[in-house]
């Protein structure tokens, strides 16, 4: 269940941007995990993406209670957050919980050799903390850098994380159900994919929404043609039978003449 919305305190978007946080020095991540692409496939999803909407996702900006926690605070890999000024969080570059109203509902950390130690200990502890409803963490390796290659902790009542529930398919899939998304998180050949039980499919990765578009423009285009050939028909048919009404026109007109000569 994700966190109730608080009210943000008025001038609060009048306030200076965050600075960016430190980048990470282990570039494997980027080479396994398309941040700007799946964030974006979650986005859209959530229809997060919209002018005036209410739901925040982004990473690598900082997390914190108030802007004087800086720089200690963390800076995540994926933040989403519901029902909060998105377009406010955006321009502060970063998420200040005071200000947005309320603690994310979903905060996702990904495997990097640097920080995995880290990331699966005294992370998952700030993160209680800071009352984040679901703590996810995604490791492409498989769990060589952190313990497993993907699992998740959702908040208590008590504000302590209790894991949760993972499961390991046949073909190697290992998926956790996130009830802050309403959907699965799967470790999929080294790659994060999101399942939506509605629809009983994965949400596009960037390769496939792109097929699905070229699909739909190309049944678009498909039909048109069909469209415009049926007009061609119907204007061939109707010319068709235009003709043959003046040809019956002619010959009744011809036959009159010699029955009255």
């Known amino acids: 269940m994700t966190t109730k919305p608080v009210t943000p305190p008025p001038g609060a978007q009048r306030l200076p941007p965050l ?10 991540e980027n080479i396994h995990f398309d941040r700007p692409a799946t964030m974006n496939t979650l986005a859209r999803h959530l229809d997060a993406l919209r002018d005036g909407a209410t739901t925040f996702v982004a990473g690598r900006g900082y997390l914190c209670q108030q802007r004087s926690d800086l720089p200690s605070c963390p800076y995540p890999d994926m933040i989403v957050a519901f029902n909060v000024p998105a377009l406010q969080i955006s321009e502060a570059n970063g998420y200040v919980i005071s200000e947005a109203g309320k603690p994310p509902d979903f905060v996702l950390e990904v495997a990097s050799s640097h920080t995995a130690k880290r990331d699966y200990t005294c992370k998952r502890e700030i993160y209680a903390n800071l009352g984040v409803t ?14 497993a ?18 499961f390991t398919e046949p073909d190697g899939v290992i998926w956790g159900y996130s009830e802050a998304l309403g959907l699965s998180l799967c470790w999929v050949n080294r790659d994060l994919r999101f399942w939506d039980r509605a629809q009983q499919r994965y949400l596009p990765d960037p390769s496939e929404l792109e097929a ?18 049926a007009e061609t028909r119907a204007n061939t048919e109707r010319q068709a039978r235009a003709n043959a009404e003046e040809r019956i026109r002619l010959l009744e ?5 010699r029955q009255n000569p």
């Open 19 to 28: 600075p960016d946080p430190p980048r990470k020095s282990d570039m494997q």
């Open 134 to 147: 679901e703590y996810w963490r995604f490791d492409h390796t498989g769990g060589q850098h952190y313990d």
């Open 149 to 166: 290659a993907l699992t998740g902790d959702r908040l208590t009542n008590d504000g302590a994380y209790r894991p949760v529930e993972m």
């Open 212 to 229: 699905e578009r070229n699909s739909e423009r190309q049944s678009r285009a498909n039909a048109e043609t069909r469209a415009a050939n």
């Open 253 to 257: 007109q011809e036959l009159r003449r």
